[in-house]
Structure formats: structure tokens, C-alpha cells
């Protein structure tokens, strides 16, 4: 049982390039989650998604977009690296938020950098 | 805004030394609480989580949490800390959109041997 699987683990960019993290999970969750981790800042949702065909903005959206055409996967998309953009990405999933039993599924992250 | 708040950015221990993180967060329904642990070079795993019933959680590892609804708390126990305790802790709680959960800036750990 795989979980949550990212890809690439390590990315370099220059400035103004654009690249696609890829997330795949194979436990049939509905939820999917992008997160960004920054130093001292905790993690920040950058966008989610309630099922296939749906996804919503998280808490910092800009610069980024996201797509959710079948249950396994929600790859994000960086149209334009900034170097704001560094960081450690972290795809997850989930079980309803509602449900008892809910906790999420970390994929291993993906650390990028943009010079 | 609604947000979460962890104290303690870095702390370090010696081995066998209690230890508490502490966790508030600004909402005043019910929430459900959240400890999420991250060993180096690995993912985040979760620790323990409260979601309702008895205010003191057991977790993982000789972890426990207690829920004080009064202070909007939910701080992170260990009577006696190992050097594997070594992490990076977040509390967090489901207060972003779409009931997402919101994590605080994290706690890291050093335990030293």
C-alpha cells in the first residue's frame, strides 16, 4: 500500500519556469490537500479538493493551480516560479474532515527552489 | 481571524526531562484538535487527536494532550523525553476553508543524549 506518492522529491527552477508536482494516493480518499512549509511559518494551505472535478482555494493560492480529474491524482501547477515560491511542498489526503476517524496522509514532500 | 498558536518555536531538552508544548487556537466551537508529529527527512505522521469525550488524549510514543475548552488549549505532554523524540511538532485545527485544518508554526525538538 503505497499511501501518498509525490514526486520529484527535489526540483530547481529558474525564475519565470514552470513545472507541475505530481501527487498520487491510492487509498480512495475524496479529500486532497496541497500544503507549503515554510521555516517557522507551519504549513499553509495552498489548495484543496473535495472529490474529482472539484477543487477550492486554500489560504495562499496565488501563484499556483491545481486540477482533480480522477480520484488518485491532484497534481499542482507553478505557470511562473517565483522565488517566493521556494519551498517544501507536502500533497495529503484524507477521509472527510467531518468523520471520526479522520486524520490526514502526508506524501514524503517535494523540496524546490527558485533562483 | 481564526488562527493557531504555538509558543515555543525551539526547545531543547536532555533526555528523560518532561516536556510540554503548548497549542491555542481562537474559535470558539467545537473543534476537533490535532497533534502531528515530523521526524527529520520524513513526513508529517499524526501524534494524537482529540475529537471528543475525555479532555486528556493518549497518543502514540508516551504522548498525551489535554483539551482545556476554558483556555482554548491543547497542549502537547511527555513525562520523559528520548533522544528519538528528536521533531518538529504541529498543533492543528480545523478552522480554514472548507473546515480544512489549519496548522501552527511548529515546535522543534532537540533532545540531547
Known amino acids: 500500500n503505497a499511501g501518498v506518492t509525490q514526486t520529484p522529491k527535489f526540483r530547481i527552477l529558474k525564475i519565470g519556469q514552470s513545472m507541475t508536482l505530481q501527487c498520487a494516493q491510492d487509498m480512495n480518499h475524496n479529500y486532497m490537500y496541497w500544503y507549503r512549509q515554510d521555516p517557522g511559518m507551519g504549513l499553509k494551505l495552498i489548495y484543496y479538493?473535495?472529490?474529482?472535478?472539484?477543487?477550492d482555494k486554500g489560504e495562499v493560492p496565488n501563484g499556483y493551480n491545481v486540477s482533480r480529474s480522477t480520484t488518485e491524482d491532484f497534481p499542482l501547477r507553478l505557470e511562473l516560479a517565483a522565488p517566493s515560491q521556494t519551498s517544501v511542498y507536502f500533497c495529503?489526503?484524507?477521509?472527510?474532515?467531518?468523520?471520526?476517524?479522520?486524520?490526514?496522509?502526508f506524501g514524503s514532500g517535494t523540496q524546490l527552489s527558485v533562483l | 481571524a481564526q488562527s493557531v498558536s504555538q509558543h515555543n518555536h525551539h526547545v531543547i531538552l536532555s533526555e528523560a526531562a518532561s516536556l510540554e508544548l503548548g497549542c491555542n487556537y481562537s474559535?470558539?466551537?467545537?473543534?476537533?484538535l490535532f497533534w502531528y508529529v515530523q521526524y527529520p527527512g520524513q513526513h508529517l505522521q499524526l501524534l494524537l487527536k482529540y475529537f471528543s469525550g475525555d479532555p486528556l488524549v493518549k497518543g502514540i510514543k508516551g504522548f498525551e494532550a489535554e483539551f482545556i475548552k476554558s483556555k482554548f488549549s491543547f497542549n502537547l505532554r511527555k513525562p520523559s523525553v528520548q533522544w528519538s523524540d528528536t521533531a518538529e511538532y504541529f498543533c492543528a485545527v480545523p478552522l480554514g476553508a472548507g473546515n480544512m485544518l489549519t496548522f501552527g508554526g511548529g515546535t522543534r525538538l532537540m533532545v540531547k543524549p
Open positions: 495529503a489526503s484524507s477521509t472527510p474532515p467531518d468523520h471520526k476517524a479522520e486524520k490526514l496522509f
Open positions: 474559535y470558539g466551537g467545537t473543534v476537533n
Open positions: 479538493s473535495v472529490g474529482a472535478g472539484i477543487t
